[in-house]
């Protein structure tokens, strides 16, 4: 390129002209024969790379992208599976409750989180749900916690269990480091991921204080006889490799009405959840009762999950 | 008696169903948008299954037969008495009908079914029984915005060593709940270290 074409007081010379023709010319031709190549990769069509983001798309362009994970999931897991994209519900803010007097870390919740929501199994293996065993003399503090507690019974004398997971922050962090718009804070409270946006940057695990975020750094293993066929496209469908995932409160079953599966298998009941915006719900009960704190307030992260004391 | 009990659990049950008044302060508009399209109902769980062939009491225990009231170690009911650690000096007779052993006896003298034992303990643990009437102490299941099963006292806590221990799950009447064990659980497999993903 020549000195003066960077002079925009000059006119370009006809050779710089032609020059310019020719450059564009060549990136719309490599474009083109990207594309054209994208669109002969298996699983992974135009339409697909060239699609609205996930709140732009119209109801027949969410029908389709819904019908294509449908179908992938098919051709992967040979399974019928129902992939809905139910959106908030007007007058509902979901919150979560629980009762670190009662948790006895058995980890029920872990593993009936990864049944529900389709983790990865082994390598990567991924927990949403991370219970931590601390010390009733240093309190909720996480220089006194430890991940790979595995004693013969729980609860252990002089320890309590504290599980995190995604604290579905008002003020989310991980939504801000987000380069791509992959995920966003839903009306309803919910920070979801759309796996199909994600580019796996992994700008929002290095910013989500909780360590709530978690990457598939290999294809996700996942058998096909566990697979969970009730899925949500903001949530449980399966994942491919390189994107980051998080707990969305079960969105599948939360936005159907129904408690999320860490609160059905808690055996101790220490798992609360709600509507915030109803005065009747067992959460709201819970914060006008009990001595209730989120977890690393000083962040003004502003979760919609509280930890609190019933006794 | 009968008809006294019968208005005392009607009571007792509407209680536990009635939501707190708050005349003077009307639901926002957001709240009442969010109420269930499906009626909103409270379903109680079953409650664990009497030991093998130890219900009805009367199949053994006459109602007509005199009882002796000494508070003493019996000669048989091995399985609840060897475990009996109910606060200090209970005994059988403090929560069981003497005259009646199929229900349960409260301190005021009324008769109490089994199916709601809730409402013997909440004799003393008052504060208990009114958290768990709002969902805060205790375990439901089923949907938030409708129908919710809720679990029992006696579901998690053995009435005769009610201190927590752990729960397994049980079948009754093709409905799963759960029941008391008296040892601690183990817990699920700890989640892998990096190194060991990396194999």
């Given at each position: 390129?020549?000195?003066?074409?960077?002079?925009?007081?000059?006119?370009?010379?006809?050779d710089?002209?032609?020059?310019?023709?020719?450059?564009?010319?060549?990136?719309?031709?490599?474009?083109?024969?990207?594309?054209?190549?994208?669109?002969?990769?298996?699983?992974?069509?135009?339409?697909?790379?060239?699609?609205?983001?996930?709140?732009e798309?119209?109801?027949?362009?969410?029908?389709?992208?819904?019908?294509?994970?449908?179908?992938?999931?098919?051709?992967?897991?040979?399974?019928?599976?129902?992939?809905?994209?139910?959106?908030?519900?007007?007058g509902?803010?979901?919150?979560?409750?629980?009762?670190?007097?009662?948790?006895?870390?058995?980890?029920?919740?872990?593993?009936?989180?990864?049944k529900?929501?389709?983790?990865?199994?082994?390598?990567?293996?991924?927990?949403?749900?991370?219970?931590?065993?601390?010390?009733?003399?240093?309190?909720?503090?996480?220089?006194?916690?430890?991940?790979?507690y595995?004693?013969?019974?729980?609860?252990?004398?002089?320890?309590?269990?504290?599980?995190?997971?995604?604290?579905?922050?008002?003020?989310?962090?991980?939504?801000?480091?987000?380069?791509?718009?992959?995920?966003?804070?839903?009306?309803?409270?919910?920070?979801?991921?759309?796996?199909?946006?994600?580019?796996?940057?992994?700008?929002?695990?290095?910013?989500?204080?909780?360590?709530?975020?978690?990457?598939?750094?290999?294809?996700?293993t996942?058998?096909?006889e566990?697979?969970?066929?009730?899925?949500?496209?903001?949530?449980?469908?399966?994942?491919?490799?390189?994107?980051?995932e998080?707990?969305?409160?079960?969105?599948?079953?939360?936005r159907?009405?129904?408690?999320?599966?860490?609160?059905?298998?808690?055996?101790?009941?220490?798992?609360?959840?709600?509507?915030?915006?109803?005065?009747?719900?067992?959460?709201?009960?819970?914060?006008?009762?009990?001595?209730?704190?989120?977890?690393?307030?000083?962040?003004a992260?502003?979760?919609?999950?509280?930890?609190?004391?019933?006794? | 008696?009968?008809?006294?009990?019968?208005?005392?659990?009607?009571?007792?049950?509407?209680?536990?169903?009635?939501?707190?008044v708050?005349?003077?302060?009307?639901?926002?508009?957001?709240?009442?948008?969010?109420?269930?399209?499906?009626?909103?109902?409270?379903?109680?769980?079953?409650?664990?299954?009497?030991?093998?062939?130890?219900?009805?009491?009367?199949?053994?225990?006459?109602?007509?037969?005199?009882?002796?009231?000494?508070?003493?170690?019996?000669?048989?009911?091995?399985?609840?008495?060897?475990v009996?650690?109910?606060?200090?000096?209970?005994?059988?007779?403090?929560?069981?009908?003497?005259?009646?052993?199929?229900?349960?006896?409260?301190?005021?003298?009324?008769?109490?079914?089994?199916?709601?034992?809730?409402?013997?303990?909440?004799?003393?643990?008052?504060?208990?029984?009114?958290?768990?009437?709002?969902?805060v102490?205790?375990?439901?299941?089923?949907?938030?915005?409708?129908?919710?099963?809720?679990?029992?006292?006696?579901?998690?806590?053995?009435?005769?060593?009610?201190a927590?221990?752990?729960?397994?799950?049980?079948?009754?009447d093709?409905?799963?709940i759960?029941?008391?064990?008296?040892?601690?659980?183990?817990?699920?497999?700890?989640?892998?270290?990096?190194?060991?993903?990396?194999?």
């Open positions: 390129m020549s000195a003066t074409s960077s002079l925009p007081v000059l006119p370009p010379t006809p710089e002209i032609e020059d310019a023709g020719r450059r564009a010319f060549l990136r719309t031709a490599v474009a083109g024969g990207a594309l054209a190549g994208l669109s002969g990769c298996a699983g992974f069509s135009m339409d697909e790379f060239l699609r609205k983001h996930f709140k798309l119209g109801p027949d362009e969410l029908k389709k992208v819904l019908a294509k994970v449908e179908k992938t999931n098919k051709e992967t897991w040979g399974k019928d599976t129902r992939v809905s994209a139910t959106g908030p519900r007007e509902v803010e979901f919150g979560y409750g629980l009762d670190i007097s009662r948790c006895i870390g058995c980890r029920r919740c872990v593993y009936a989180c990864v529900e929501n389709n983790q990865s199994r082994q390598a990567p293996q991924i927990h949403w749900i991370t219970v931590l065993e601390m010390e009733k003399d240093h309190g909720v503090d996480l220089a006194h916690a430890e991940v790979y595995d004693p013969a019974t729980v609860p252990q004398p002089g320890k309590f269990y504290f599980p995190v997971q995604c604290q579905q922050c008002r003020n989310p962090p991980c939504v801000k480091a987000c380069p791509t718009q992959a995920t966003w804070k839903e009306k309803d409270g919910i920070v979801v991921v759309d796996y199909d946006w994600c580019i796996g940057c992994r700008c929002c695990m290095s910013a989500c204080p909780y360590g709530a975020r978690h990457f598939n750094f290999a294809t996700p996942l058998p096909a566990e697979l969970n066929p009730d899925q949500h496209y903001l949530g449980n469908r399966p994942r491919p490799k390189g994107v980051v998080k707990c969305t409160f079960c969105i599948q079953r939360a159907e009405g129904r408690y999320t599966a860490c609160v059905e298998v808690c055996p101790v009941g220490a798992r609360k959840f709600g509507n915030l915006l109803d005065p009747e719900s067992e959460i709201r009960k819970v914060m006008e009762t009990k001595r209730v704190f989120v977890f690393k307030e000083d962040l992260t502003h979760p919609q999950f509280y930890y609190f004391y019933a006794t | 008696m009968r008809p006294r009990f019968a208005v005392l659990a009607a009571l007792a049950l509407t209680a536990l169903r009635a939501a707190p708050r005349a003077n302060e009307p639901a926002p508009a957001p709240a009442a948008a969010a109420r269930p399209k499906a009626p909103e109902a409270q379903v109680q769980a079953n409650s664990p299954p009497f030991s093998d062939g130890i219900f009805p009491c009367s199949g053994c225990h006459d109602p007509k037969a005199k009882v002796d009231l000494t508070h003493r170690r019996l000669q048989f009911h091995d399985e609840q008495q060897d009996l650690k109910h606060g200090e000096e209970r005994w059988c007779l403090d929560c069981h009908d003497a005259q009646n052993r199929d229900v349960l006896r409260s301190a005021s003298g009324l008769a109490i079914p089994f199916t709601e034992s809730y409402r013997l303990c909440g004799q003393c643990h008052g504060d208990k029984l009114r958290d768990w009437k709002v969902g102490h205790g375990k439901r299941v089923g949907r938030w915005d409708g129908t919710k099963t809720y679990f029992l006292c006696v579901n998690c806590h053995n009435p005769h060593t009610p927590w221990k752990g729960v397994s799950d049980v079948v009754v093709g409905k799963r759960v029941s008391p064990t008296l040892q601690l659980i183990k817990p699920e497999p700890r989640p892998k270290r990096p190194e060991e993903m990396r194999q």
